[in-house]
């Protein structure tokens, strides 16, 4: 930071001709590095680390790896559990962008009506979006309790036998599903919600003239509107589910048998419980590359979209 | 962004002021929809907050009971001593504050340099920052816990803040708002004699201040709730942050103490909920940018 300082205040006309050519570059390059240095060491750098590990079998703390060639992978790929967690991964992920998609666009829809204190709904819809997952986690446990939890309460108002829910393998999922969509729902709904608001009211007279009901207004006029959202959503919320961590970690510790251990809680368990650095870095490895092909699809729609812009 | 924004109230496009509900009956339905995804939304937190203030035998009851009896503030004093909390509350401020002070200069200062200074091949530059959103941080926290365990730096404060302070998305978010500054002030400015860092500090960064108050806010509150890496760096209390902290408590009091356990997530929860509810429309802004054109 010092050296960046005195780099600033050197006076131009001073210098020799080649040196003042130069110095716009090191300004460049003064200001960029430490960023770039950063990057370099705490993304790439692990990022080719991990998959070079993946290669060896570890367990964290010997000074000596060894070598094992495509083992990890085969054993990955032969394993039961591990395909048992890619199911976990895959049903999470699918019950939690779903969710959150649906219940989004019909909040949206309803938030979009010339309704009192919409935008005050609006705020406090988004707002799990903004708590730590760890809390929301440890909030839910409670709320999940099945005998004095909030809804085992509320489903003894209605007569209803409370689910085991984190103790039951069947019930574990669907809770989790459930904290999650919880938490980002209110995402979506903002998302769509400034979707819905750039659709030109012409549209939807034009669509009235041509005698198009609400329906039809709706899947002819918002829904095909609203698709770069919808598009947008599916992607940034695929890999936010995939990625997900805190609630599941808080909530089930990936179980009960396994039933909610997903890709990312299978890295932290063989790397860190386990100390199998070897299959931890093979499944992140796998998660990467499952991650990358969607990400890769969301430059092709931002491209898209910029030739459209 | 900002502009964006602007244009679409503009217009006469706009939506904003919301589709009409015609008929008494719809309206009702309505609003009673809207109050329905509101309270499913408050009633854990409100729940979080009356179990809070619960005595044990009230939470040990059936049929569950909607609203304390008494209030109970001594679980806040017991949630506050059964763990370290006022050590994870600074643990806490001090990785947010300066993660995000470094986060915010680091995104500063390479958007300055991406988009006022020259360089031989800049857009390759910029497109090895941007990719870096490509790598999701789970993947790499074998080597960077490796590496850190190497340096001796676990259970430290540069070992939490460090290998987060590299920024990609917050150096794209300063750079759009960058390109979007009229040229002929800095170019006047620069004939004047200031200098990069006069430019910046006097012009660039007072011209860009909504934009830069929600990359902060956005960056203070993804510090804040961070858990994963916290959790891997830290080993003892004299480091450990809130959120790890906070699942520490619940591990110590676990479920004998809900009430206990439900005051530590309040005093986790609250700070950041105020935070959101004073600045919203930045951090919602800034959360969901990207998704309109921009």
Known sequence: ?309 | MQETIRSHHGTRAAHAAGVRVSGRLSRVAAYAAVIVAVGIIVLPLIWMLTASVKTRQEIYTLPVSWWPETFRWENYRQAWTAVPFERFFINSLVTTSIGSALELVNGVLTAYALVFLPFPKKNLIFLVIIAALMVPFQVTIIPNYVLVADLGWVNTYQGIIIPGAAVAFGAFLMRQQFLSLPREIIEAARIDGAGHLRILWQIVLPMSRPVLVTFALISIVSKWNEYLWPLLVTNDATRMTLPVGLTQLQHSEGSSEWGVVMAGAVMVIIPILLVFLWAQRHIVEGLTSGSVKG
């Open chain 1, 1 to 309: 930071m010092l050296a960046m300082a005195v780099a600033f205040r050197t006076d131009r006309r001073t210098m020799p001709a080649v040196l003042r050519k130069a110095t716009p570059y090191i300004y460049f390059l003064v200001l960029i590095a430490p960023n770039l240095l950063l990057l370099a060491a705490f993304t790439y750098r692990p990022l080719i680390e991990n998959f070079r590990l993946s290669f060896y079998d570890w367990d964290l703390i010997s000074p000596t790896k060894r070598w094992v060639g495509l083992e990890n992978y085969t054993d990955y790929f032969r394993d039961s559990t591990s395909l048992y967690v890619m199911r976990n991964t895959l049903v999470f992920t699918a019950g939690t962008v779903a969710g959150t998609m649906l219940i989004g666009l019909a909040l949206a829809l309803l938030l979009n009506l010339r309704l009192r204190g919409r935008s005050v709904a609006r705020t406090v819809l988004f707002a799990p979006y903004v708590l730590g997952g760890a809390a929301v986690g440890i909030v839910w446990l409670f709320i999940f309790d099945p005998r004095f939890g909030l809804v085992s309460g509320i489903l003894d108002r209605l007569g209803l036998p409370s689910p085991n829910w984190y103790n039951d393998p069947n019930w574990a999922m669907p809770m989790v599903i459930i904290v999650y969509i919880w938490k980002n729902l209110g995402y979506a709904t903002v998302v769509y919600l400034a979707g819905l608001q750039t659709i030109p009211r012409d549209l939807y007279e034009a669509a009235q003239v041509d005698g198009a009901g609400r329906w039809a207004q709706f899947r002819h006029v918002t829904l095909p509107m609203l698709s770069p959202m919808t598009f947008f959503l599916l992607v940034t919320t695929t890999l936010g589910s995939m990625q997900a961590f805190d609630i599941i970690s808080v909530m089930t510790s990936g179980g009960p048998l396994d039933s909610t251990k997903t890709m990312v809680y299978q890295v932290y368990e063989e790397a860190f419980v386990r100390f199998r650095v070897g299959d931890a870095s093979t499944v992140a490895t796998v998660l990467f590359f499952i991650l990358l092909g969607v990400t890769l699809l969301q430059v092709r729609l931002l491209e898209r979209r910029v030739t459209y812009g």
